[in-house]
T-cell receptor, first 115, second 111 residues
């Protein structure tokens, strides 16, 4: 079946502009996660959704970052007034329940470059 | 909170050799330990996982071992092939908390 999809695959923007990144989870998955991966580094947790609520948003680096999710479907990560340090690959993952140790399936990521 | 350390950061082996990647975790309450493989330009993909009630798990050429007393777990790849070349991430999770990832190991398998 279809996996996690993300769009766009690449985004180049100018410093100060706002960007929206989209994630379509696997159908039926109630849990959704956003991560940031800087070049050559590990995965940095940003936010976790269970359904359309976000019980853990502790990883959002600043108030310029926000995310929302529509029901148990698509999620959008928004970065306002982008800075060069926001350049990274943004990965989305989904899992069936989120409440038990269940597998997180990752999308291919969106590579964001802030000039 | 949980902290995961991963070693080595890079690992080069010859085709056919074995590769071992090690991770340690800090929170003894962690009970789930997945390993992900990330190929260039792609998202991480789960290759194997282990839960804290199991000491070892194998899947063909891949195995993971867990030592709860020492709080470390390892990934073993036998008979390595060039297509095993990728970045490997370990992770640990305390129940009801987020998955915490290691910093990754870049594995290069030379023909």
């Amino acid at each position: 079946g279809a996996g996690v999809s993300q769009s766009p695959s690449n985004k180049v923007t100018e410093k100060g502009k706002d960007v929206e990144l989209r994630c379509d989870p696997i159908s039926g998955h109630t849990a959704l996660y956003w991560y940031r991966q800087r070049l050559g580094q590990g995965l940095e947790f940003l936010i976790y959704f269970q359904g359309n609520s976000a019980p853990d948003k502790s990883g959002l680096p600043s108030d310029r970052f926000s995310a929302e999710r529509t029901g148990e479907s698509v999620s959008t990560l928004t970065i306002q007034r982008t800075q060069q340090e926001d350049s990274a690959v943004y990965l989305c993952a989904s899992s069936l329940t989120g409440g038990r140790p269940d597998t997180q399936y990752f999308g291919p990521g969106t590579r964001l470059t802030v000039l | 909170g949980e902290n995961v350390e991963q070693h080595p950061s890079t690992l080069s082996v010859q085709e056919g050799d074995s590769a071992v990647i090690k991770c340690t975790y800090s929170d003894s309450a962690s009970n789930y330990f997945p390993w992900y493989k990330q190929e260039l330009g792609k998202g991480p993909q789960l290759i194997i996982d282990i839960r804290s009630n199991v000491g070892e798990k194998k899947d063909q050429r891949i195995a993971v071992t867990l030592n709860k007393t020492a709080k470390h777990f390892s990934l073993h790849i036998t008979e390595t092939q060039p297509e095993d070349s990728a970045v490997y991430f370990c992770a640990a999770r305390v129940p009801l908390q987020k998955l915490v990832f290691g910093t990754g190991t870049r594995l290069l398998v030379s023909p």
